[in-house]
Structures are given as structure tokens and as C-alpha cells.
């Protein structure tokens, strides 16, 4: 099955600066999605952007989508340190007659202050 | 308050001794799936539910059994636990499997000695 794949595997920063993580996939989806883990818990979904779309909004969030590339950012602006977590793309393809959702391994942020 | 509950969330037991994690969402959702995370590998399916009484194998089946009698629940089974089962476990949901925005459970940390 698919997968996205997010890049960097950790990422460090200061506080106010802005995260970009990135994400790869390799066949056509329906939709992409980005969760947020805290440590341990269970994944919190934070935007889903459809494959007609090509950048999305959300607070201090930015999605963007390209599918020729196969590809999708998320950018955290104005970071705070309550926004260390793991983030994960989900990709959403349509096969056989139903939906399934993929995730990649993740993107460790570490946000301090 | 609109949930997903697991039950339990910690478990420490032995090779061979058949056990059941269960999962119990209150927002009438169809789809519901159960997850498995590991370092490196990031979350795997394991089984999914299109709706009561149907449901399908995701990427990482062996060794385990679902069923989805009633709506609101979808316990994992595992008949004969082994090592390599040791995991974190997370059930999700979601209001069918065309939105796909899902929502997750807890986590059920096992250990199988």
C-alpha cells in the first residue's frame, strides 16, 4: 500500500520561528491529512486538504498540495513550545470501492523556548 | 463529550494468554479501525469496519481478530499473544469511510512477555 513519507524525521527550533515538515507520497490520493501526536497519545487530526486543493488554511497552519509532485508541506507559524509533538501526513486513496488512510512514519518537532 | 474510549490502557501479560483490548466511540460513527505503532514503522492498520458486521484486513492482520456487533464498539482479539505483539494500539473512528477524518482512541500500551 502507499505511504507518506515525512521529512525531516526531527526538527528543532526556537520558539516565534516557523516548522515546515514535509511529505511524499506515491499514488494518487482523494485527499491528505496531518495529525499531531503528543507523546504516547493517541493522534489528533489537524487538517485535511483535498486533491483539488492546493493550499489550505487553519490558525497558525498552512497546508499546501502539489500533486504533480506527489507532495505536501505543513508549516507551523509563529511556533509555540506547546506545539512540540510528532506530526504525521495520512494519505487517503480510493481503491476497490472503499477509502483507505495510510500513514508515514512522522516528523518529531521539538519547539524551545 | 464526543470520544473514543480503550479499555485498557496499560497491559502487561504472557505469551499464549488470549486477550481483549476493547474500543467504544459515542458519535455514531461507521468506520472504525485499530492501529498498531512501533518505532521506526509508524502506525499500521491492522483491521478496519465499514459498518456493523463488516469488516476487512488492513496491512498487518496475522495474529489478530475483531468483530463489530453492535455500532458503537470494535474490541481487538488476540487468541494466542506473542512477543512481537508488544506494541502501542490505537483505535480510531470516523462518520464512514468517505470523510475519513478519523478520530483516535487513548492508546492500550501491551506488553507480551
Known amino acids: 500500500s502507499q505511504q507518506g513519507e515525512e521529512d525531516p524525521q526531527a526538527l528543532s527550533i526556537q520558539e516565534g520561528e516557523n516548522a515546515t515538515m514535509n511529505c511524499s507520497y506515491k499514488t494518487s490520493i482523494n485527499n491528505l491529512q496531518w495529525y499531531r501526536q503528543n507523546s504516547g497519545r493517541g493522534l489528533v487530526h489537524l487538517i485535511l486538504i483535498r486533491s483539488n486543493e492546493r493550499e489550505k488554511h487553519s490558525g497558525r497552519l498552512r497546508v499546501t498540495l502539489d500533486t504533480s509532485k506527489k507532495s505536501s508541506s505543513l508549516l507551523i507559524t509563529a511556533s509555540r513550545a506547546a506545539d512540540t509533538a510528532s506530526y504525521f501526513c495520512a494519505t487517503d486513496a480510493y481503491d476497490s470501492g472503499y477509502s483507505t488512510l495510510t500513514f508515514g512514519k512522522g516528523t518529531m518537532l521539538l519547539v524551545s523556548p | 463529550e464526543a470520544q473514543v474510549t480503550q479499555n485498557p490502557r496499560y497491559l502487561i501479560t504472557v505469551t499464549g494468554k488470549k486477550l481483549t483490548v476493547t474500543c467504544s466511540q459515542n458519535m455514531n460513527h461507521e468506520y472504525m479501525s485499530w492501529y498498531r505503532q512501533d518505532p521506526g514503522l509508524g502506525l499500521r492498520q491492522i483491521y478496519y469496519s465499514m459498518n456493523v458486521e463488516v469488516t476487512d484486513k488492513g496491512d498487518v492482520p496475522e495474529g489478530y481478530k475483531v468483530s463489530r456487533k453492535e455500532k458503537r464498539n470494535f474490541p481487538l482479539i488476540l487468541e494466542s499473544p506473542s512477543p512481537n505483539q508488544t506494541s502501542l494500539y490505537f483505535c480510531?473512528?470516523?462518520?464512514?469511510?468517505?470523510?475519513?477524518?478519523?478520530?483516535f482512541g487513548p492508546g492500550t500500551r501491551l506488553t507480551v512477555l
Open positions: 480510531a473512528s470516523s462518520l464512514d469511510y468517505r470523510t475519513n477524518e478519523q478520530f
